[in-house]
């Protein structure tokens, strides 16, 4: 729905293997998740729901006459936002549009930002890599994570 190509696990090995260790690799060999659970964290696209605030009274036998859901939708390199927040905001639509009901939606992108890709081999990135090393005698954990919408 989303989703057209995100990063195949083929491009992230080969990413992995110009930036050392991965993540998934060093976290895997001390934790009980499995790389692919730590790339679907850390690394997939992903939606979300963060709260659901309902209006009226806190009861449940009482029906709100309003509803708010926050949510973020993690995107990828290979999509593009506008396209995403488009689909994202068509398919809810098309979906309340088939209950066909007398209410209203209505959907507020709040944030967005594109995704981003450092360069480990850029000057900010070594300097920082050894500070890191300097000030806790460890190599520093490269992460790939990306933002978030909505």
Known sequence: MFVNSPLSKKNSTKQSQRNGPTPTRLLANNSRLEPDTLMARWRL???TIHK??????SQGSVIPH????????????DQTLSQ???AFKSTLQEKFNS???DN?????VEHKADWWLGDPENRG????????REEWGME????REVPCLL
């Not at 209203?104 to 507020?108: A, G, Q, R, Y």
């Not at 520093?140 to 992460?143: A, E, K, N, R």
């Open 45 to 47: 696209p992903s939606l």
């Open 140 to 143: 520093p954990l490269y992460i």
């Open 52 to 57: 659901i605030v309902t209006s009226g009274s």
């Open 84 to 86: 995403i927040i488009s």
């Open 66 to 77: 309003k509803a708010k859901a926050v949510l973020s939708l993690r995107i990828v390199p």
């Open 125 to 132: 990135f070594k300097a920082l890599e050894k500070a890191v």
């Open 99 to 101: 209950f066909q009901s």
């Open 104 to 108: 209203s939606l209505s959907v507020v």
